[in-house]
Structure formats: C-alpha cells, structure tokens
C-alpha cells in the first residue's frame, strides 16, 4: 500500500522511512513544522489546562514521594514521620515505603529546592506536568509510526489522556498515582527510542527505570531486546539465530548494561530497608482489614485473578435506581466502558511481526497486576492497566496510520472521555 503523503513509511518489520511533507511543494518545510509545533503546543497546553483544573477533586492526600526524596538527600531510606495508616512498613520506629522509589528521586532535584513540605503543595501542577509530557511523548510517536493527520494525533492523545485511568490518576496524584504518569513517561520514551535510533543502552536505562517505578514494565525487557536487534537479524529469527548470535550477544550485554544499574539498585535497596533483596515491602505493609485478608491468600496468586479480571472487563460499581443506573464503587470499572476507543488497536495490521510483539508485550505487562492482592482500590477504571496502555497505544497509531480514525472511532473515544469526565465529578462528591 502507497504511504499517503505526510506519511512515514513503515516497512514490514516496523522501521520507519523518511517522512514527506503534507504541505505544497513550494512551501517551506520550516513553515509546516512550525504549524505542526504549534497544533501540538495547543493541544498540550489545552490538557495541561484541564488536568489541572480537574486537580482539586478527591486528592490522596498522600505526598510520600515528596518525603523519600528528601530522605535520600538525607542519605536514609526512611522516612522521619508516618505519612498514613496504610501501605507503609514501620519497624522500630522507621516508615518505609515499599512502592519503587524512581518517582522520589525524579522528584529529588525539586525537594532540594523547595524542601518536602513546600514541593508537596505543587503536587497538583507536578502531576499534570507529567502526565503531559506523556502525552508530548504519545505526539511524537504517533508521528514516527506515520500518523499524518493532526486531527487524528490530537484524538489519539484524547484517548490515553482522558479516556482511560491516566485522568483519574492525574487528578488523584500522591503515593498510589504518580508513579503511573511517570512510567508511561518512560515506556513512551523507550518506544519512540524503539521506534528510532534503536540504541539497546538507552533502552535498557529507560526499563530499568520503568522497573523501579512500576515493578510489572520488567515483563516488557524481552521487547526492548528484540527491537534492539537490527531489522536483518530480527527479519531472519530464528533461522538464522546463529549466524546472528554474536550481534544478539553484543546488543544484549548493552541492554543488560542498562538495566544492570536499576537491578542492582533494587535488591540493595530492599536488603538495605528489610534485610532481604528480594522483599519489596509489599508482602509487610500494613493494610486494611480487606486486603490483609488477601494478601494472606498470596501477594501473587491464581486466587486473585477472578477478582482482576472482573474489575478489568466487567465491573460497573453500584446498581442505582436513577440514570446512569450504575454508580462507581471505587474498586474498578470495565475498560469497555472507561476506553472503548482503545478497541482501535484491532485495526493496526495484525500480520506484521511487529504488530505482534507489542500485542504479546501489552499482555505480558498487565499479567502480574491479574494475580495481584491489591486490585488497585481506590480507582475509577482499572489504574493498573496503565502499565500496558502505552503498548496499546502503539498499536493504536499504526491503526490511525494504516486507515485514519473514522467516525465511528472518534465516537467511542468522546464516549471514554465523557465517562472519564463523569469520574471528575463523581470525584468531587466523595
């Protein structure tokens, strides 16, 4: 199929062309992208914008980020002052907190400015900061996987931004919610970098990262090392696996060499708070009677999977009498309901092997929230998908390249957001 113009060539395996322009022949290529940059600059401040205006709803009240970053400035792993009741560990005295600690030292630089007290108060701004540079990031790839249309960009952004959990956890912010806005941050990062230059450090830095924000993204190391590999060594597996062996040996010591540091940092860190590497905190923190009982039944176990599953593809919450005849409970809501755009991923082509890997990859990442105790109360949506979405999302692009997003798609995009829209509101009847 002849690219149309504006449009990336995206060869079989996924490697992207030259991209032409859209506009006249004669007119300056430095014209159409300051357009472009301006469009993007207007939807992005349109969501920063929203993001922060929704922001003063149901926060979590809880700036544990905010105080671990300045206990690493301090040269401690804990915290001087119990920051909640639950989702800590308190040993003689010292709170720690068993969620990844990459957000903290993100936040470091900020901590050292202001201090905790006064940075936790710009958590609010921080969040929708973050959440749109995911979105910046979402722009470019879908640019580099030969999105042309601006339209549809902007509709693609609509969809992750405001049609899925990312605005709830946005608008939440705190301990459970911020470490979702930064690894999509990161997992966008590693795909226009997989989508690029395809450099196996950088990509190995950017998942180990991930890893120490959102502990499932460890699922999505196999992809990296794939998209790694140049074309005409991944084209040729595995036939031709041992004529290619010494290139798949070098690119993955790089990779390992990236992630190395977050591997290394993570076991230390876990010896250092409990005394054993491979105790994150989750399997002691203190929690609610409910979850405890859970917990007992596994931190991870086929236990939990009904429970996952049901808050994933079919919970609507509470049964009312009134429209909208169901109302959220805080345990979850389908992502048929939340994000039935997303459903726009069936459209990308399905017989490319690339196609394929992110699809595997999306599954792998969400495969251990399914067997998890936690469920991922309080929510609106299931928050722990986030962790694959940006895969999906991908996936998405390439559909919106192949074809465009047609009526019927933006419908259900506007549908997730109008449902989005209705967690805002409900957020602040709580």
């Known amino acids: 199929m002849r690219p149309r113009p504006g449009v990336a060539a995206i060869g079989p395996h996924g490697e992207s062309g030259s991209i032409s322009s859209a506009a006249d022949p004669g007119e300056p290529v430095v014209s159409r992208r300051g357009y472009v940059a301006l469009v993007a600059a207007l939807v992005l401040f349109v969501a920063f914008e929203v993001y922060l205006g929704s922001s003063s709803g149901a926060r979590s009240g809880r700036p544990d980020f905010f105080y671990l970053a300045d206990a690493f400035l301090h040269g401690r792993t804990w915290l001087a002052q119990q920051p909640g009741p639950w989702d800590v560990v308190v040993i003689e005295g010292r709170t720690y907190v068993p969620s990844a600690p990459f957000p903290a030292v993100a936040l470091a630089p900020f901590v050292a400015l202001l201090g905790p007290q006064a940075a936790a108060t710009w958590d609010p701004v921080i969040n929708a900061l973050l959440a749109t540079a995911g979105l910046a990031l979402l722009w470019q790839l879908a640019e580099r996987l030969g999105v042309a249309s601006l339209a549809d960009r902007a509709w693609l952004l609509a969809l992750f931004g405001f049609s899925t959990a990312t605005w709830w956890v946005t608008m939440r912010g705190g301990l459970w919610h911020t470490s979702h806005l930064v690894a999509s941050i990161l997992t966008f990062a590693g795909l226009l970098e997989a989508f690029g230059r395809r450099r196996p450090l950088v990509m190995g830095l950017l998942s180990g ?31 031709g696996l041992p004529e290619a062996l010494r290139v798949v040996v070098r690119r993955g010591a790089w990779l390992a060499a990236g992630f190395a540091p977050a591997l290394v940092f993570a076991l230390w860190y876990n010896a250092a708070r409990f005394g054993n590497p491979f105790e994150s905190g989750y399997g002691i923190a203190t929690l609610s009677p409910e979850l405890d ?9 086929l236990a939990h999977l009904p429970m996952n599953l049901d808050y994933f593809l079919v919970h609507l919450g509470r049964q009312i009498s009134t429209f909208p005849w169901f109302e959220p409970d805080g345990f979850g809501l389908s992502v048929l309901v939340t994000s039935p755009g997303l459903l726009l991923a069936v459209r990308a082509d399905w017989r490319r092997r690339e196609t394929i890997a992110l699809g595997l990859t999306a599954l792998l990442v969400l495969a251990p929230s399914l067997f998890y105790y936690g469920g991922g109360f309080f929510q609106f949506g299931y928050r722990y998908a986030l962790d694959c979405f940006p895969f999906v999302m991908a996936l998405c692009a390439m559909a919106a390249a192949r074809g465009g997003i047609g009526t019927g798609w933006k419908v259900l995009i506007a549908i997730g957001v109008a449902v989005n829209l209705y967690g805002v509101y409900w957020s602040y009847t709580l």
């Not at 990262?209 to 597996?237: D, S, V």
């Open 293 to 301: 009982g859970l917990r007992r039944l596994g931190v991870f176990s």
């Open 209 to 239: 990262a991930a890893f120490m924000t959102r502990a499932p993204l460890i699922a999505a190391l196999p992809y990296w090392g794939w998209r790694a590999l140049p074309e005409k060594i991944r084209g040729a597996l595995p036939q």
